[in-house]
């Protein structure tokens, strides 16, 4: 029998979650579920209730659009209608498939039983938009999984597998099919027992076992973690979980009250959106992408092998191309120890790795080209050489095939000029490690045709990455405002802050790590190659900083060699900087005339934001970048910004309008020649 509101399976009711695309509890579901349970426990016929997905999920949570607006808090609100799943007289039973997540595990914690698939994806996200579960999530798991399983399920936000969850105690049976079936078997189980129905409400944890593991991990919690006020949040309703239930649940409810207005949770609401917007191309740009199956990369060093990585996992053909046999079997290698080492690691089964590596075709013959929908060049950053890698792949290349270069900051338009067709070019800056950052600037250069840019935005996704547009100009969107972020915290060194000082500020603000801790990281050869490429063209007026030049010139390029803004130790970096580093230094400061002084970690901070405000502004009133959203996104997914700061335009945005641009032009004054002060108008307005 089927009525609107449910399906009859014999004496059980299938409530099915219809809210395409992921059963999201908006307020017309909710009502509609209220409505369904309240006809299915009026229905002498009925002896239990089963609530099902559909659309290949069972629920992804609350409905973000809906988040600060009255039908957030419309009854039934969510908290209402668990209570009414919990409160039922005939057991309900979760069948869990696809994902349930946030308020739709909520949901599934309130049922009388949970049945799943071993593929179900499981978890409280709400820690990744600075929030708490705010439905009981941090009273109803601890209930059953104990505190030590449910601490690290919603202090992790990331989702589990009902396979790895089946012994947790939050599922009364996992299988691998028959789920509809499986879950009407233990809900006409529960009916026929004679016993009260299991709420998890019910359940008691040992207070003094709890509080001894919170404890402990408040203790742990990173520099970062503290920065973000949900994470001891979560820490004190898990607390309020060891007492009454409904004073948990009150407790709860307040913190997460509190954290929803908080600008933590604002910025990460704005970088969930700003991520799906970026991925979009703008509406005057979109094309149908051309088809892609078979990939082409040139160059099998770090980033080579790290591309192929990316496109073998994405189910694509790899055609992996060097200049010769040593340097390709190194390549090949690269890829084939990645996999196994995944296999040893038990992430990853055998014959799948075996799949991948299947798909893979190295070779050192430029003729292999031919059979590759895009080629993508992996080489080393200098021009000269980008060029003419580009004109063999214009030889050897099939028409139509579209032709990408990965740079990042080198004229994509240069490149593409030395082919035939440059309309076929464009150009994809990876992020290293290129098979783990998910970001991708997808660069359109004068002459790139749209269909070739939708196929580049079409890869980002396909790679499961974060594709984001950008312009064609020195540095495209993260590196050109990364240089102005880096400048000015060189001009802090002359003006007398030591390296160390900048790095702790910034990292007390949140970043991962401070510019030159990175600097040392990633190489400072890198930077001064880049240099060395714009000096023909810098005016000598310019403000200069001339500090990590005069470190490489004493071949103090970092920790591959040892040295370079910090001593590097068997690994590992001394904390303050030598007596050597701080005599450069000195010595640039007279050089400019600078009595050095104090800077305090606020000065520090500022002046690093305001930096990159500036260059966001000018970058988007010159089209470099096409909203602004987008820069936040780039500098939060690919150079350290802190997620929970929304990145520097949402900063500048919550900054007094009139303190910013007097800021800025003290910035402005003290850089002297050569300093462009933007209008924040198109950013802030």
């Not at 039908?71 to 908290?79: K, M, W, Y």
């Not at 601890?142 to 505190?147: A, C, N």
């Not at 979980?241 to 949770?265: D, I, M, N, P, Y």
């Not at 496109?311 to 190194?330: F, H, P, S, T, Y």
């Amino acid at each position: 029998m089927t009525t609107n509101l449910y399906e009859r399976h014999g004496a059980t009711a299938l409530i099915t979650l219809d809210h395409s695309p992921v059963n999201s509890l908006g307020h017309a579901l909710r009502q509609r579920i209220v409505a369904a349970l309240d006809a299915a426990d009026a229905d002498a016929a009925v002896r239990a209730i089963v609530l099902s997905g559909k659309n290949k999920a069972f629920c992804a949570g609350a409905d973000v659009s809906e988040f600060g607006t009255a039908l957030q808090l419309a009854e039934p609100i969510l908290r209402t209608l668990l209570a009414r799943v919990e409160d039922c007289s005939k057991p309900v039973v979760a069948a869990l498939s696809g994902v349930a997540l946030g308020g739709g595990l909520e949901l599934a914690l309130a049922c009388h039983g949970r049945v799943a698939l071993d593929t179900a994806q499981l978890g409280l996200p709400e820690i990744l938009l600075g929030l708490i579960p705010g439905s009981g999530g941090t009273q109803r798991l601890p209930r059953l999984t104990g505190m030590e399983t449910a601490l690290a399920l919603i202090q992790s936000g990331q989702p589990q597998t009902g396979h790895q969850l089946a012994a947790s105690g939050l599922l009364d049976q996992v299988v691998t099919e028959g789920l509809v079936e499986a879950a009407c078997t233990l809900a006409n189980e529960l009916a026929g027992r004679g016993e009260p129905l299991p709420r998890t409400r019910d359940r008691q944890l040992d207070a003094s076992t709890s509080r001894t593991l919170l404890a402990a991990q408040r203790e742990q919690l990173t520099p970062r973690q503290q920065l973000q006020p949900a994470y001891a949040a979560v820490l004190d309703a898990l607390e309020a979980a060891s007492g009454a239930f409904e004073e948990g649940l009150q407790r709860e409810r307040e913190l997460f009250l509190q954290l929803q207005g908080s600008t933590q949770a604002k910025a990460l609401r704005y970088q969930f959106f700003a991520e799906r917007e970026a991925s979009k191309l703008p509406a005057a740009l979109q094309a149908a992408p051309r088809p892609l199956q078979t990939v082409a990369v040139i160059g099998a060093g770090t980033m080579g092998a790290g591309i192929t990585i990316c496109a073998l996992d994405a189910g694509l053909n790899v055609i992996l191309l060097e200049q010769d046999a040593a340097a390709l079997q190194r390549g090949r290698q690269r890829v084939i120890d990645h996999y196994q080492s995944r296999v040893s690691a038990g992430k990853l089964k055998a014959i799948k790795a075996a799949a991948y590596e299947a798909r893979l075709s190295p070779s050192t013959d430029w003729t292999q080209l031919g059979r590759a929908d895009l080629v993508i060049e992996a080489v080393f950053e200098e021009l000269a050489v980008k060029q003419e890698v580009f004109r063999k792949i214009d030889l050897h290349a099939r028409a139509g095939a579209v032709l990408a270069t990965n740079t990042s900051y080198l004229d994509v338009d240069a490149i593409a000029n030395a082919t035939s067709r440059p309309q076929d070019v464009l150009g994809l800056h990876f992020f290293s490690p290129a098979n783990v950052m998910k970001l991708l600037e997808v660069v359109r250069g004068s002459r790139t045709s749209l269909d070739v840019l939708a196929t580049g935005m079409a890869l980002g996704k396909t790679l499961r990455k974060l594709p984001v547009l950008t312009g064609n100009a020195f540095g495209f969107i993260g590196n050109r405002i990364y240089n102005a972020y880096r400048k000015q915290c060189e001009f802090m060194l002359e003006d007398g802050a030591w390296p160390e000082e900048v790095d702790a500020a910034l990292q007390a603000l949140g970043f991962a790590m401070g510019p030159f801790a990175v600097a040392d990281l990633s190489g400072l050869d890198i930077a001064w190659r880049m240099r060395k490429a714009q000096a023909a063209s810098r005016d000598p007026r310019e403000r200069y900083v001339a500090i990590l030049d005069q470190l490489c010139e004493q071949g103090r390029l970092g920790r591959k060699s040892g040295a370079g803004y910090y001593s590097h130790e068997g690994g590992k970096q001394v904390r303050t900087t030598d007596a050597v580093v701080r005599a450069i230094i000195e010595q640039a400061s007279q050089q400019r005339g600078i009595t050095r002084r104090t800077l305090s970690a606020t000065e520090i901070q500022r002046r690093a934001l305001l930096a990159m405000v500036n260059e966001a502004a000018l970058l988007l009133r010159e089209g470099v970048a096409s909203r602004a959203s987008d820069i936040d996104v780039v500098l939060v997914q690919g150079y350290g910004f802190p997620r929970w700061e929304g990145g520097p335009v949402f900063w500048a945005r919550q900054q007094d309008r009139a303190a910013l641009e007097q800021e800025l032009q003290t910035l402005a004054r003290e850089a002297g020649h050569g300093f462009m002060l933007a209008d924040l108008s198109l950013l802030l307005d």
